[in-house]
């Protein structure tokens, strides 16, 4: 049987960074001949409800900067992405909740130190852990419409 990683706010778990629900029925229904493994860093490391951060580029490279109090946030979730994949080796694919600066596969945004938008295609910095180990990743959004056209 397929292991699948997702963001567990996927499947409905109050775990976004402003408590609202995103449960996604249909994907639910896709996965249904998976084991799905939830995962969401952001929660794990900073509770919810909690500021949001942005991905911002610096001289020192992509950096989790809060919203609230600019400091990086960063750190701890990519521990956190580091010690999820040590724990569960034997994952076949990686879906992430599209946009966000953990999760999402080609979908996060990117800023510079003025909020000035560069760019919208990132990885977030969980999703970016799974493409080094070589784990096929996806954005749910993406992965829902490939299945509905083929």
């Given at each position: 049987m397929k292991k699948i990683a997702i963001s567990a706010c996927l499947l409905g778990n109050n775990c976004r960074y402003n408590a609202e629900i995103k449960k996604d029925e249909s994907l639910i229904t896709l996965l249904k001949d998976a084991v799905l493994i939830p995962f969401c860093p952001e929660d794990f490391c900073y509770g919810t409800p909690r500021p949001s951060m942005d991905l911002v580029q610096t001289k020192q490279g992509v950096k989790a900067i809060s919203n609230l109090?600019?400091?990086?946030?960063?750190?701890?979730?990519?521990?956190?992405?580091?010690?999820?994949?040590?724990?569960?080796?034997?994952?076949?694919?990686?879906?992430?909740?599209?946009?966000?600066?953990?999760?999402?596969?080609?979908?996060?945004?990117?800023?510079?130190?003025e909020k000035n938008m560069l760019g919208e295609k990132e990885a977030g910095l969980m999703a970016k852990e799974a493409k080094i180990r070589k784990i096929p990743a996806i954005d749910a959004e993406d992965f829902t419409a490939q299945q509905e056209e083929g």
């Open positions: 109090t600019g400091a990086d946030l960063g750190g701890p979730v990519t521990a956190y992405a580091k010690s999820f994949f040590q724990m569960h080796p034997d994952i076949d694919l990686f879906i992430g909740k599209d946009r966000s600066p953990s999760c999402g596969v080609c979908s996060a945004k990117l800023y510079d130190s």
